[in-house]
């Protein structure tokens, strides 16, 4: 049993790890784009420890013709996790694990903020508006009209829902959320990725952190995932 489980476990990961990130963009569900580079090393290196153990020599093997005792059969369920990254893709972080996560506390902005455009509706992260809202003393954005994209994770106990962004820092054990609530609207099916056009929601004092990062929608659209979610972009212009 030895002998299999370790030469195959380690070609199987690194086949895995070079799938995902040479012929797909799955990767982009575990890290962010900039960790490529190596995870395409990783599986690389993963690949060839598996193929050179399968044409070493089994040190295992006796002069008396008789394998020495393996691990336990249970080691084969190692292989598991290595042939989900080839056969099966996991589901993407979305609304269930937002509705799960509280958004964390922006990190004061070091410098001031610019003057706002003119443009309008005025494209924003979902950060960008929150910091806005609860940290420009301004008020530049109050009255503005905004778009924002995300995805829709309903409000616990069915009342309301928020646009929602998972931002990674480095990976998926990192994440963070950001949520804005919105207002004016039913929820539509959660993990609808929307562009959302409004008003800041009024409540509290603007520029501080008792002011919700809320909107009065006006419109919505519905736009494709993009191809790397785990961002906080600019929001995409609906076709």
Not at 90 to 101: E, F, I, M, Q, V
Request: proline share 11%.
């Amino acid at each position: 049993m030895r002998r299999p489980v370790q030469t195959l476990l380690p070609a199987l990961t690194g086949a895995g790890l070079l799938h995902i990130t040479l012929f797909t963009d799955t990767y982009l569900r575990y890290v962010k784009a900039g960790l490529r580079p190596l995870l395409l090393a990783s599986g690389a290196v993963l690949l060839l420890l598996g193929l050179a153990a399968a044409l070493s020599r089994d040190p295992g093997q006796g002069h008396h013709g008789h394998d020495h005792p393996g691990p336990p059969r249970i080691a084969w369920l190692l292989l598991l996790p290595a042939l989900s990254l080839l056969l099966w893709t996991p589901p993407a972080l979305g609304a269930y694990t937002a509705a799960r996560s509280d958004a964390q506390p922006l990190a004061a902005r070091k410098k001031g903020f610019a003057p706002l455009p003119a443009t309008s509706p005025l494209p924003l992260t979902l950060t960008e508006f929150t910091r806005r809202v609860q940290q420009d003393d301004s008020g530049a954005i109050r009255g503005r009209t905004v778009r924002l994209t995300g995805f829709v994770t309903p409000a616990p106990a069915g009342d309301g829902w928020y646009l929602t962004r998972i931002v990674f820092t480095c990976c998926a054990a990192d994440s963070q959320t950001v949520k804005v609530r919105v207002h004016g609207t039913p929820a539509p099916p959660a993990d609808t990725w929307l562009a959302v056009t409004g008003t800041w929601h009024p409540g509290g004092t603007l520029g501080t952190r008792t002011a919700p990062a809320a909107l009065d929608v006006r419109r919505t659209s519905r736009i494709a995932p993009p191809v790397n979610a785990y961002t906080d972009d600019l929001p995409i212009t609906p076709g």
